[in-house]
């Protein structure tokens, strides 16, 4: 009787005290890009395998102890599991140009009506804050346009605060001559190139 | 227990000098900020930063914009930390390490992944995905285990 009853403790010890393998519940789904962007795709990795997900609506679903199944996912899907954390997303960043008349410190009239529009667009917005990236042609050095594009930027963040934006609320960056809006050769004065871009957030 | 053996972790592994890499910009319900062992309650405006784990409860829901225009959003009843996040704002160059352990997450990739296709990764208890450039969802629920 004692003995049946040790078993019987021990029995359940094993039982309840035993790692049961883990078992997972895993959905990852692409959704459409916005107009005219294409699908870069995930790669979603388990182990030693790899699965590339890059079209709209391509889904990777790990069930089980783990196996990862490949599906077509669909709007209706989305739409039931999703639409809260879609809702959620920040807006996307909005982006303005803008230009100096070529050798002064002046901003073009059609800049100086930008200028505006990122007021109008920071009304929009919850919480916003703005990034100012300035860019250079592809003449003079790397450093010297990485300062220069700074300084542009530094520029335009002194017009933006004295139309009313409070200064924390700006970040600037220089980005020098590496995304450049006209591609062209080195050493080449392209107006078009010697910018400064503004996002707002 | 494994979530907080993990925010132990993540508590030890805090850099003397947190920066901030992002900024909540919506929150519905209830959402707050683990950091530093810190439970922060959370704000539009408030700034994200390495190490962070963002928890949401069952009404809530959060979207923050990273530097470098990556955009993530949490639904409810979700844990994502922000393991490691670094963003050079003039070559672009960079790496995101983030984890969702449970809930949903929405990602829109930013500069980090367009000058370096993969440097995103998202972790999750049974997978990584690297990102090269698109928008998408994940749901890990935690019924497993």
Not at chain 1, 164 to 181: K, Q, S, Y
Not at chain 2, 34 to 63: C, F
């Given at each position: ?201 | ?20 890499v ?28 390495q ?15 990273f ?15 922000i393991?490691r996040y670094a963003f ?8 995101f ?49």
């Amino acid at each position: 009787m004692g003995a049946a009853i040790l078993a019987a403790i021990f029995a359940a010890f094993v039982f309840f005290g035993r790692e049961s393998p883990r078992t997972y519940d895993e959905t990852v789904i692409i959704l459409p890009p916005p107009p005219g962007k294409s699908i870069g795709g995930v790669v979603v990795k388990r182990g030693t395998e790899e699965h590339l997900l890059n079209a709209a609506y391509a889904s990777s679903r790990i069930s089980g102890t783990g196996d990862v199944q490949v599906v077509q996912s669909n709007p209706t899907e989305v739409h039931a599991s999703f639409s809260d954390v879609i809702a959620a997303l920040p807006p996307r960043p909005a982006t303005f140009m803008l230009y100096f008349i070529t050798g002064k410190d002046v901003l073009t009239p059609q800049s100086e009506i930008e200028l505006q529009g990122v007021l109008a667009e920071m009304k929009k917005r919850p919480s916003p804050d703005v990034l100012v990236i300035g860019h250079t042609d592809t003449q003079g050095g790397l450093d010297s346009n990485d300062a220069l594009s700074l300084q542009r930027a530094e520029r335009v963040k002194t017009f933006l605060v004295g139309i009313g934006i409070p200064p924390e609320r700006i970040t600037v960056a220089g980005r020098g001559d590496r995304d450049l809006l006209i591609p062209t050769g080195p050493d080449v004065d392209e107006p078009r190139n010697r910018r400064v871009e503004i996002n707002v957030r | 227990m494994r979530i907080l053996a993990l925010l132990a972790g993540l508590a030890l592994a805090i850099p003397a000098f947190a920066a901030d890499v992002g900024q909540v910009k919506t929150a519905h319900g209830a959402v707050h900020i683990e950091r530093g062992g810190q439970k922060l309650a959370v704000t539009p405006g408030m700034n994200v930063q390495q190490s962070d784990t963002i928890v949401t409860g069952a009404d809530g829901a959060v979207g923050v914009t990273f530097s470098d225009n990556s955009l993530l959003s949490a639904g409810p009843n979700t844990v994502l930390a922000i393991d490691r996040y670094a963003f050079d704002s003039t070559t672009h160059d960079g790496m995101f390490d983030a984890s969702v352990r449970q809930g949903t997450l929405a990602v829109v990739s930013g500069n980090i992944v367009k000058q370096t296709p993969g440097a995103m990764r998202i972790h999750t208890p049974a997978s990584i995905m690297g990102v090269r450039g698109t928008e998408f969802v994940v749901r890990v629920n935690d019924a497993g285990r």
